[in-house]
């Protein structure tokens, strides 16, 4: 029984239902159980669970409480069962604190990869291009092999320049370091509608303060990856990303009308194999932060909804992130 909702003479011949209803003042568990309690003996429901902490002399533990109400044809009845679950808890929460620090790292992976593409290969095949540029001028008229294969040299450097920027852009976007994440947000919009001819609406409601960049981070990569599902899944050609805030969250919204996620995919066997790791991955960041990931889907569409939980609201400061103007006009490049 939960801690708050134990007496000193609970045991046999005690009512159950009693004691949760006496002890619901002082413990939402126990009010919530009461209430359960009722509705099943009312036939409202059949089953009930909750999970629920509990202090021990060695550390805090964990139980499950489950209250089930049996095929009632012979005996009426209900069985109420405490199952101790601490260690299934600590392997869940040792699993998550990987599972972060697994996605940091990849973070910062991404991070220095990105750095050593622009600061190195980029540099490199922007000489390229300019030694190119400069034989050209000065062989302009030796003849058409050279002057064709200079051209050729031109072009592939050039395009490769653009890729190994686009590259470095996506895997780690400076701009969300300097300009933070509106800018970063109408850049990614702006280029994934350029790639996948989907045209975004965007609707940035600007009136929050600055962003910690792990929170900046991991909206960015969601509307990262749900725009690439729009793509590659939805079948849609039009999408909206929506960047608002409350009182005390910032809520990304990516709504796209096409054809839905398909109804959940049972996580065994083959089936299990198709579960992408995009969607756990944007849950896994959000619920880092204190956040969460809300996706609803239907036959006329799919809404992706993130949020980030953030301090209330300072009237002074007006605005999500504070772009220093020389950053932005980085994003042209
Ligand atoms: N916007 C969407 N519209 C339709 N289906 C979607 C959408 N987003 C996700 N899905 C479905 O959900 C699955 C899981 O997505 P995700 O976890 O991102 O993995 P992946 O994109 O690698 O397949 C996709 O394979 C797809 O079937
Ligand atoms: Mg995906």
């Not at 099943?40 to 009930?48: S, Y």
């Not at 600061?119 to 490199?124: K, L, M, P, S």
């Not at 209330?312 to 007006?318: S, T, Y």
Request: proline share 5%; glycine share 8%; hydrophobic share 35%.
């Amino acid at each position: 029984m939960p801690q708050a909702m134990s007496v000193t003479a609970s045991g046999v011949g005690m009512n159950y239902l009693a004691v949760c209803e006496g002890a619901a003042v002082r413990s939402k568990d126990a009010a919530r159980t009461a209430e359960a309690l009722r509705d099943i003996m009312a036939g409202g429901r059949t089953e009930f669970r909750m999970e629920y902490p509990c202090s021990s002399p060695q550390g805090p533990r964990w139980f499950q409480l489950r209250v089930t109400r049996p095929d009632q044809t012979q005996t009426r009845r209900i069985v109420v069962a405490h199952e101790d679950i601490t260690e299934v808890k600590r392997t869940q929460e040792e699993l998550a604190r990987l599972s972060g620090r697994l996605m940091h790292l990849q973070d910062e992976e991404r991070r220095t990869i990105a750095r050593e593409l622009h600061d190195t290969t980029a540099q490199n095949l922007l000489a390229i291009t300019l030694n190119a540029t400069r034989l050209r001028e000065a062989l302009h008229d030796a003849g058409e092999p050279i002057c064709g294969a200079l051209a050729e040299t031109l072009e592939l450097a050039e395009q490769s320049l653009q890729e190994v920027r686009t590259l470095a852009y996506l895997l780690h976007p400076p701009l969300l370091d300097d300009v933070g994440l509106v800018a970063a947000l109408s850049w990614l919009a702006r280029g994934f509608s350029e790639r996948s001819g989907i045209q975004v609406d965007i609707s940035i409601d600007d009136g929050g303060e600055p962003l910690s960049r792990p929170a900046a981070t991991a909206l960015f990569r969601v509307a990262q990856e749900a725009l690439s599902n729009v793509h590659r899944h939805s079948g849609s050609r039009r999408a909206w990303l929506s960047l608002y805030r409350t009182d005390d969250t910032v809520q990304l919204d990516i709504v796209d009308r096409g054809t839905g996620l398909r109804p959940p995919a049972r996580a065994s066997g083959e089936d299990a194999q198709r579960i992408g790791v995009g969607i756990s991955g944007m849950r896994l960041r959000l619920e880092q932060l204190g956040g969460q990931l809300d996706i609803r889907s239907g036959p006329s569409g799919t809404r992706v909804s993130a949020s980030v939980p953030i301090k209330p609201r300072d009237p002074d400061k007006n605005s999500l992130n504070e772009p220093s103007s020389e950053a932005a006009s980085d994003m042209s490049r």
